[in-house]
């Protein structure tokens, strides 16, 4: 079953094009790698995936749901992890995702073990009295993909979650969200990073605000490695570096 559906979605901020006629769909228990550049447009399609902005063109479903006819149902469906992180450092890990799950309408038990839950699917149940200062950056991402899960989302958005981390911490996160796609979850992780993705995963290479290729990492990458296929897909007068 598709989770997610993006369909001939444009978007322009001014006179400047910023996505053309994007359209790709993610299916239920699948790692989707969008992977793009510096300015490919893979916030900009971030932003309307979680109505930060109003669709222009085109149309995107959600579990079934169009976000622009039913938001509601929509964003209900989605967890999203933005690239700044969005942590109150002062509280513990469990007081963060109590508010956190507070914002859904869930409190008492149901929040206690909603919360516990998602924990225990990040490998973070153990550190849930702690401080979010005294945490490590991985850490702090961890706790924040948890946060996302709170509210039982099929879907899941990561922009570009491993920025500013060491390969340690990359490495886990990686592992953990692969899992959760495993368990059912849609997963879209943006991306400029070859290495966080698996032969297996789907890739949608965004670059230029349109869509270069949509398939399996492991078909897009042919005898040369993903890398290369990547840059050689993207570069303009770059030197190609092997
Ligand atoms: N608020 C804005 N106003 C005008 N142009 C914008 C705005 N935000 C983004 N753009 C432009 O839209 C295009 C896509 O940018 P976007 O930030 O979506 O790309 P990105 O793939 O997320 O890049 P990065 O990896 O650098 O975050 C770029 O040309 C960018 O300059």
Redesign the pocket.
């Known amino acids: 079953m598709i989770g997610l559906e993006v369909s001939h979605v444009s978007y322009s ?2 006179k ?1 094009k ?1 996505l053309h006629d994007v359209s790709f769909s993610v299916e239920n228990g699948r790692f989707c790698a969008l992977l ?10 971030f932003a309307l995936l979680t109505r930060l902005l109003a669709t222009g063109e085109g149309k995107i479903g959600v579990a079934g749901f169009d976000i622009a006819r039913e938001p509601r149902a929509a964003l209900a469906r989605i967890g999203v992890v933005f ?1 700044q992180p969005t942590l109150d450092l002062d509280m513990s890990v469990r007081r963060n995702l109590r508010y956190f799950a507070g914002l859904h309408g869930l409190s008492g038990r149901p929040a206690a073990v909603a919360i516990e839950a998602a924990l225990t699917q990040l490998g973070m149940a153990e550190r849930a009295d702690e401080q979010v200062r005294a945490l490590n950056g991985g850490h702090r991402r961890r706790m924040e993909i948890a946060r996302a899960l709170i509210h039982g989302p099929q879907i899941l958005l990561l922009d ?1 979650p491993t920025v500013g981390l060491d390969a340690a911490s990359r490495l886990a996160i990686t592992d953990h969200v692969h899992q959760l796609a495993e368990s059912g979850l849609s997963v879209l992780w ?1 991306t ?1 990073l070859v290495d966080e993705i698996r032969p297996t995963d789907q890739v949608v290479v ?1 670059h230029r ?1 349109k869509v270069l290729s949509d398939g399996r990492a492991g078909e897009l990458a042919g005898g040369q490695g993903l890398a290369k296929a990547f840059l050689s897909m993207t570069a303009e007068d770059r030197e190609i570096v092997t």
Do not use: I, W
């Open positions: 901020y001014g400047s910023a793009g550049p510096n300015g490919a447009g893979k916030s900009t399609l690239q570009e943006a400029h965004l605000g």
